[in-house]
């Protein structure tokens, strides 16, 4: 069987970015890549990534090279296309189909996809944000506090994001109307701590599992990607105080 | 013992509340929510339960995360799905978020001591997650290949 290259270097490509986009660690997105080529038969494909690129190099039965480079744009994390997405990768690895059956099946899943409504998402701001509240020590007062500033934080982000904020920008005014929220309902009498309400609806924008990841990363030999998210970690948690700081700054003036 | 009364084990119940939530809006569906929910519970609850024997903080934190990766292997086993969709819910009460939060906090206000102290101590905390994560993978890793090979040369003998 003779297979056409650039084909499946786009496959290949198109499932790691894919991946990528989902969340997927960086490990998880090279393997994938590199399973795929040699599923294929190619023993000479190789595959770099770091948190926003994908380069993706084979060289065919000619000895012709060719290359794919990818840049991953910001993106979340969605587990269940991350699980469908490996399960693609691994039913493929096991039985190579047609390529552009495969691409077919890959399309397919995207559209396929399931996500939660948005009044589903704010419910589960909602529950989060003041479940930490309690566990950070507040009393139930501060749960339904922290609760309903998780859900002014879900908003901020889902008004902010049509408009084509930059990422930094909009956790920043995540942060402020957090505080601004906070500091609203101790006023009114509502919640007992600002501070326990507060850092329990920022756990929806914190950055401790990119930190965690980040370590993990460099732990794992990926120095590139670790330091990238380190950074990208500090960078997040810096807008979150920069936005609390500004609002709490100044409160004692009002 | 005093120490463990009910009210101590209450952010148990917390941490899995919070999970179940974060579960949803890192859209996860169906019966895994629960899953992965519980690990998050698990992972508080032997940070808790170590509070007698280590008092360091690290320490304990180090335990919860061997606890809670080899409950999301365990489950990635059973449940045929990738360890890391437990993983990154269960993770999230341990998870050093609000430890960043301050310390960048203390950054913007210029107080460069708490600033150090508090980052130093987010990276320790972060550091003992990934290491008790790393080694549970890594031995399960191991232990995978380990099963495969001594089935093949068995198979191989016959």
Redesign the interface.
Known sequence: MSINYDQLLDLATELGFRLMET???IY?VEESVQYILRAYGVETGEVFAIPNCLIVSLTDTAGHASTRVRRIPAHG???????SY?EFCRNIVQSPPPLEEALKRMEAISARH???PFP??L??????GG??S???GGDWTDGICGGLCGVAIGLCLRLLGPLGANSFVRTMAAGAVAALCALVLVGMGLGHNPDFIT?GA???L????A??????D???GDLTSGVNKVVE??LI??A???G??FVLSLAPAV | MELFTFSYFLPCLYAFVGCVAFAVSFNIHGREIPISALGGAVGWLVYLLSAPWFPGEVVRYFLASLALTAYCEGMARVRKCPATSYLLISIFPLVPGAGIYYTMEYAVHGETALFLQQGMETLSLAGALALGILLVTSIMRMWTLFCRRTRRTSAQRR
């Open positions: 969340g997927a660690e998880r994390t969605d587990i269940s296309l991350l699980e490996n399931f996500v939660y589903v998402m419910l589960a701001y909602f529950v989060g479940a930490y309690l566990f950070f850092i920022l756990m929806i914190v950055p401790g599992i930190f965690t990841n980040a370590m993990r460099i732990m794992a970690a500090l948690a810096t979150i105080a920069l609390t700081g």
